[in-house]
Structures are given as C-alpha cells and as structure tokens.
C-alpha cells in the first residue's frame, strides 16, 4: 500500500501568516491527491483536488501544488476560520485510498 | 444540495453488531460511489471500504474485510454499514462519503460508535 507521511503533526502559526503543510507519497500517484479539512467536531470538507484545483466555495488563499511525490497545501493569509487538522488523501493506488497522518493547526 | 445523513450514537455491547445508515439526497444516488472512514479518538481517517449503489459491488480494506459489511437500499436512497463481533477496537466515529472521481467531494455528519459493557 502507499504511505502517505505529512508534516508537520502541529503547527502553530500568527493571523495572516503563510502556512504550508506537506505530505509525502512512498511512491508516484500523479495528481491524485487530495487535501481536507477538519474543524473541531466537525466532518472533513474537500479543499482541493487533483493536486491543485480547489474545490467549490473554498476561499483562494488556499492552494496546492506538486513537486514529484511531494505535495503542499498553503494557506496564504491565514485567518481564525482556519484552525482545524488538515488530511491529505491519494487515490492512485486504491483501493485503498489511504489518508496522511494529519497536520493540527493551532493559533499561537 | 447534496446531504448525507447519518445515523445516530451507538452504544454496543462488545460482541455484538451494530448496523449504522447513511441516507443520501440531492443528487442521483445510483451515479457515485459511497466509501465509509473510521475516525478513532484524536487519531487520523482509516478507509474501510465503498459500495456501488448501483451494482452493488464492495470492495473493502484488508483490515475491515472481516469486521464491515456494506449494502445499500436503492429504494429509499440508503448505505448502510455493519460491523460485526464489536471489541473496544470498534469505538470511533464513522463517516460515510460521496466518491466525485477518487476524492470524497461529501461527508456525513459521522456517527459515533461506542463499544462498552
């Protein structure tokens, strides 16, 4: 199975600072990675797609991209509605899907 | 607009079965894949498995094959997953979701399975 390893675990980041998180894939899954959000007791919502086309109604400061097996999510001016764990998620080799381990956001 | 509404809280004795209901509307149920994720407290998203809603056809996690079950009910618009000989391993919430071509574009509100004498 494909692992999917994401850092950071936490990060701790100021209003309208630049926030990247980062999984990396143990082998080549194209654009088939995805990146969610988990607000506290909340379901995960799809942010982005394919590597890097967002998904409907998720604000522009939030973007991905691709560098070979690595991938990034930012959040360019980060804001208070943010806060929440960020999952990424392939699907080029699945079944099965398999989810990275999760980034905590946090205020500092 | 699409929703997938789940069912509510379970509490379960260890060894019994539990059997937990996603009801999908706002869209043509038979068109997209539902996959069902299990949440652990404070732990990340595991995959458990997904159904055609159509066909019927499942495909499942090598480590749930023996312990999920998943079906549908094409006439009221419903997926349904059963776990089976629950142990306190089981207790987690879990999601079902809508498949849009590999990334789960819909999620239920999640249930939350507890496993306790």
């Known amino acids: 199975d494909i692992q999917m390893t994401q850092s950071p675990a936490s990060l701790s980041a100021s209003l309208e600072e630049i926030v990247t998180i980062t999984c990396q894939a143990s082998?080549?899954?194209?654009?088939?990675l995805s990146w969610y959000q988990q607000k506290p007791g909340k379901s995960p919502q799809l942010l982005i797609y394919g590597a890097t086309s967002l998904a409907d109604g998720v604000p522009s400061r939030f973007s991905g991209s691709r560098s070979g097996t690595q991938y990034s999510l930012k959040i360019s001016r980060l804001q208070v509605e943010d806060i929440g764990i960020y999952y990424c998620?392939?699907?080029?080799?699945?079944?099965?899907?398999?989810f990275g381990g999760g980034t905590k956001l946090e205020l500092k | 607009q699409v929703n997938l509404l789940q069912s509510g809280a379970a509490l379960v004795k260890p060894g019994a079965s539990v059997k937990l209901s996603c009801k999908a509307s706002?869209?043509?149920?038979?068109?997209?894949?539902i996959h069902w994720v299990k949440q652990s407290h404070g732990k990340s998203l595991e995959w458990i498995g997904y159904?055609?809603?159509?066909?019927?056809?499942?495909n499942y996690n090598e480590k749930f094959k023996s312990k999920a079950t998943l079906t549908v009910d094409k006439s009221t618009n419903t997926a349904y997953m059963e776990l089976s000989r629950l142990t306190s391993e089981d207790s987690a919430t879990y999601y079902c979701t809508r498949d849009s071509g590999g990334d789960f574009d819909y999620w239920g509100q999640g249930v939350m399975v507890t496993v306790s004498s």
């Open positions: 998620l392939q699907a080029y080799s699945a079944p099965p899907w398999t």
């Open positions: 082998q080549d899954i194209g654009n088939w």
């Open positions: 706002g869209y043509t149920f038979t068109d997209y894949y």
């Open positions: 159904i055609n809603p159509n066909s019927g056809y499942t």
